[in-house]
Nanobody
Framework: QVQLVESGGGLVQPGGSLRLSCAGS????????MSWYRQAPGKERELVAS????????SYADSVKGRFTISRDNAKNTVYLQMNNLKPEDTAVYYC?????????WGQGTQVTVSS
């Protein structure tokens, strides 16, 4: 059974940090390009960051460049999103996504709320 399970969300004050984790199981994690998406209330889901299967190539949405860092540990079948200097506009449900060829999987999401 394929699973992507996110964790690490929560409530944080503006300027704070959070680290999201996404653990994969039931598939060959190291083959997959992994990404983080987010969806704020009333808005479309948007791509936040992606990382290549080996971890050597990363990309980011302009809105998070310099603040967020995506990384992965293929030995642990886990992808991370380190989020620093969080802003209220970062409030959203964050989803983990994996893609390889025509295979693609979504996690269930974890809520991140940035508020004072």
């Amino acid at each position: 059974q394929v699973q992507l399970v996110e964790s690490g969300g929560g409530l944080v004050q503006p300027g704070g940090s959070l680290r999201l984790s996404c653990a994969g199981s039931g598939f060959t994690f190291s083959r997959y390009v992994m990404s983080w998406y987010r969806q704020a209330p009333g808005k479309e889901r948007e791509l936040v960051a992606s990382i290549s299967s080996g971890g050597g190539i990363t990309s980011y949405a302009d809105s998070v460049k310099g603040r967020f860092t995506i990384s992965r540990d293929n030995a642990k079948n886990t992808v991370y999103l380190q989020m620093n200097n969080l802003k209220p506009e970062d409030t959203a449900v964050y989803y983990c996504y994996g893609k390889w060829l025509y295979h693609n999987y979504w996690g269930q999401g974890t809520q991140v709320t940035v508020s004072s």
